[in-house]
């Protein structure tokens, strides 16, 4: 495998010199230059996988050295991050604007979590250099109700959103033969997947799909809900679903898709067409069992156990199986457990917020950007395994 060259350009020395040891330390190739001139000379003749610029450079402002980076086109898909001694958010949007993937202000925190956000960056910078690149396919799914499937659904979409901000993400409903995200995220408009199918016939060319897709108010992704008619749901065509996702893959990077308790020929292609098989199980007995029947299953169907992504969400209380307990009996590790969260979430759900944003500082939020974070890495690796050598 390639070696992970990464190129800092930086005239603080002792700030360069601090950040190329702990990126050593994770097994990437340093260079350290102090001007842009000198940077672009380097990059140009050897190319690295990411570049972390320093804003405050002695000859080249942000903007004018990623216009010179970007006319090279071996470059130009590359991650610039760009650094500064403090925070400016004028400047940070002037720098992403410019191009740059993330912006940092310098800290012993920021630097450790620029270092742990590098190796995403260079995966994501890989997915968008591969021609002909789809988006990848993250959908949740349950062997029981009741053990908040779709709220987890919406909740980690919405974290994949905040924390990808570069990056485009989509949630679809495809419980029939209602689901329930329209009601978690206060959508009340006409848009659904029953009224687009009917439009596919008509008036709404696939590549126009995403247009039509609204946003809703403070989830960051873009959004098709399930028909809110059971009638129209269940006449559903299911020859029309493959063009669906193959539109919507070909226009988000990522496709996140609330399966709920369906499993049946119209959905099980999805599910082994996915980067990401993220299985919610409940604490109780009759969820871990019947969790295990599904999982047997999956494999049997040629799914690979490496993208089952197990989360144990005590939604219900604090009483029930261990985790050890469950993973005996799944033969599976689980990847993430969510806490009881008491009544929050219901209140979250309810007021149409994301939990993040209604509960900041709550250790929970934390950790649902870890677990989108985590899924984001594993879809990468995934496709990436996946994808052809050039």
């Given at each position: ?255 996140v898709v609330d399966l709920g308790r369906m499993l049946s020929r ?125």
């Amino acid at each position: 495998m390639a070696e992970n060259v990464v190129l800092i350009i930086d005239p603080d020395e002792s700030s360069s010199h601090f950040l190329a040891q702990l990126l050593k330390q994770k097994g990437f190739k340093v260079f350290s230059y102090t001007n842009g001139r000198d940077g672009l000379l380097r990059a140009g003749d050897f190319p690295p996988q990411a570049v972390i610029l320093d804003t405050a450079l002695p000859d080249l402002k942000p903007r004018e050295f990623m216009l010179r980076f970007q006319l090279d086109k071996r470059l130009a898909q590359l991650p610039v991050i760009a650094t500064s001694a403090r925070y400016d958010a004028t400047e940070m949007q002037e720098v992403l604007a410019a191009g740059c993937a993330e912006y940092y202000a310098k800290s012993g925190s920021a630097t450790l979590a620029l270092a742990e956000a590098l190796p995403r960056l260079i995966a994501e910078s890989i997915a968008r250099a591969r021609k002909d690149q789809r988006g990848m396919l993250i959908v949740f799914s349950s062997a029981k109700g009741g053990i908040g499937t779709s709220s987890m659904c919406a909740n980690l979409a919405n974290a994949l959103a905040v924390s990808l901000q570069n990056s485009t993400v989509s949630l679809m409903d495809l419980v029939l033969p209602m689901g329930s995200l329209a009601s978690i995220t206060g959508y009340e408009g006409s848009c659904n997947l029953g009224n687009i199918v009917q439009r596919l016939d008509a008036s709404l060319p696939l590549d126009q799909l995403r247009e039509c897709m609204p946003v809703p108010k403070g989830w960051g992704f873009h959004f098709l809900p399930g028909s809110p008619d059971p009638e129209v749901a269940v006449q559903f065509p299911g020859d029309r679903l493959p063009a669906i996702m193959d539109a919507m893959r070909r226009m988000f990077q990522y496709v996140v898709v609330d399966l709920g308790r369906m499993l049946s020929r119209l959905v099980l292609p999805l599910i082994q067409e996915a980067e990401v098989i993220v299985l919610v199980v409940g604490a109780d007995f009759d969820s871990v069992e019947l969790s295990s029947r599904l999982l047997k299953f999956l494999l049997s169907k040629g799914i690979h156990r490496e993208h089952v992504y197990p989360i144990l969400n005590r939604a219900v209380g604090l009483q029930g199986l261990t985790r050890a307990q469950i993973e005996s009996t799944l033969g599976v590790e689980i990847r993430m457990m969510v806490p009881y969260l008491m009544d929050n979430f219901t209140l979250a759900n309810n007021l149409h917020i994301p939990f993040i944003s209604k509960y900041p500082e709550d250790s929970a939020s934390v950790q649902l950007k870890e677990i989108a974070g985590d899924i984001s890495r594993l879809a990468i690796k995934v496709q990436n395994a996946n994808q052809p050598s050039p």
